[in-house]
């Protein structure tokens, strides 16, 4: 998947805040977007090599998009707004017999990711982009969520009225072998996603095919709870 059109490398220097980076391109500081508001902390660290997307909007305040990074030899996709692109591709593939796949749909009190819809049934899917990885085990979330687990609870609301409902790790690297919810940073969240699953929610999480352009939504990765 395209997401990025013009690109270049720079090297990362510090954040001051969750929105900026500054970024060291061709041996001039620039400022940078982040376009992650997650912490990141084992990603954004000083001396490491970065890809940024060039803007050609001349009423941005930044020239530049931080959106890849590259940790050891993994090359890891940090856009927050990658996975729910890749994942409107991959549900056509994802849930057999869809035959309409809709973006940002309410229900209830709160905003789900995607429904699909197939000839007999609906599919309400919440998606999560995953980039904290820890020796192989790919871990969410990287920061407390109390919006996560509200919407795990509507997943399962969702399936209480006789939908399926799935909640989507969209893990934005390859080389990890295992999925789970990240206890030790919000316990909360890992008892509610058990929960889920107990009540019928499906919880699915796949790796990525990451290049400069974009990710790919590519192969399953085992979720272990």
Known sequence: MILYQNVTEGIFLSRPNRFIAHVLVDGKEEVCHVKNTGRCRELLVSGAKVTLSISDNPLRKTNYDLVAVWKG??????DSQAPNHA???AL???IPGAKQVKGEVTHGESRLDFCVETENEKWFVEVKGVTLEKEGHALFPDAPTERGIKHLHT?????EEGHKAAALFVIQMKGVHSFSPHDLMHQAFGDALREAAQKGVELWAYDCRV???GITIDLPVPVKL
């Open 155 to 159: 997943l399962i609301r969702c399936v």
């Open 92 to 94: 056509w593939h994802l």
């Open 87 to 89: 994942a409107g591709e």
């Open 73 to 78: 030899d993994t090359y890891i996709n940090m």
């Open 211 to 213: 290049t400069e352009k």
